[in-house]
C-alpha cells in the first residue's frame, strides 16, 4: 500500500482564477477585487488622507501626518461600512475569510502592514496581498 508524502510548498495546482481556491466566484459580486479597482481605491484613500496632512496641518513632516490619517481612515471605515472609503468608492469591500465581521483588529493589522508597502506587493494566485493573508481578509468587488 503506497503512502502519500506530505503536500510540499509549490505543489499546490494553480487556479483557474484569483479566488478559486477561497470558494469565490470567477467574477461579478463577491469575486477578488481586480488590481485596477485596488489602485484607484487607495488613490482615492491617499488623496482624502492628504487633505487634511497637507492643508490643515503641514509643518516639516506632513508626509507622516498623511500616513497616519490614511491609517485612521482605514481603521475606522474598515469594520464600519465594510471598506475605506476608496473601496466603497470603487465597488469593493473588505471580508474575513472565515466569514461573519471583520472586527477590529483585522483592520488594524491590515492597515499596519499596508502602509508598510512591501506586503502588498507580494500577491499569491488568489491575489491577495501579503496583509490581507495575515490578517485573513480578502477584498471582493461588492
Not at 67 to 86: C, H
Not at 87 to 96: A, E, I, Q
Not at 111 to 120: D, F, G, N
Request: glycine residues 12%; contains cysteine; hydrophobic residues 50%.
Amino acid at each position: 500500500m503506497p503512502t502519500q508524502s506530505p503536500q510540499r510548498f509549490g505543489d499546490l495546482a494553480p487556479s483557474a482564477w484569483p479566488g478559486e481556491r477561497l470558494g469565490l466566484p470567477e467574477s461579478g459580486p463577491s469575486s477578488v477585487a481586480r488590481p485596477g479597482r485596488r489602485i484607484l481605491a487607495i488613490i482615492i484613500d491617499w488623496a482624502l488622507a492628504a487633505l487634511p496632512a497637507y492643508a490643515l496641518i503641514g509643518g516639516r513632516h506632513p508626509e507622516l501626518w498623511n500616513i497616519l490619517f490614511f491609517a485612521i481612515l482605514q481603521i475606522v471605515f474598515i469594520p464600519t461600512i465594510g471598506g475605506s472609503i476608496g473601496h466603497r468608492v470603487c465597488g469593493l469591500r473588505v471580508v474575513p475569510i472565515a466569514g461573519g465581521w471583520v472586527g477590529p483588529w483585522r483592520p488594524a493589522v491590515r492597515t499596519l502592514l499596508l502602509v508598510l508597502v512591501i506586503p502588498v506587493l507580494v500577491w499569491d494566485s488568489d491575489q491577495r496581498g501579503f496583509h490581507d493573508k495575515i490578517a485573513g481578509t480578502v477584498l471582493i468587488r461588492s
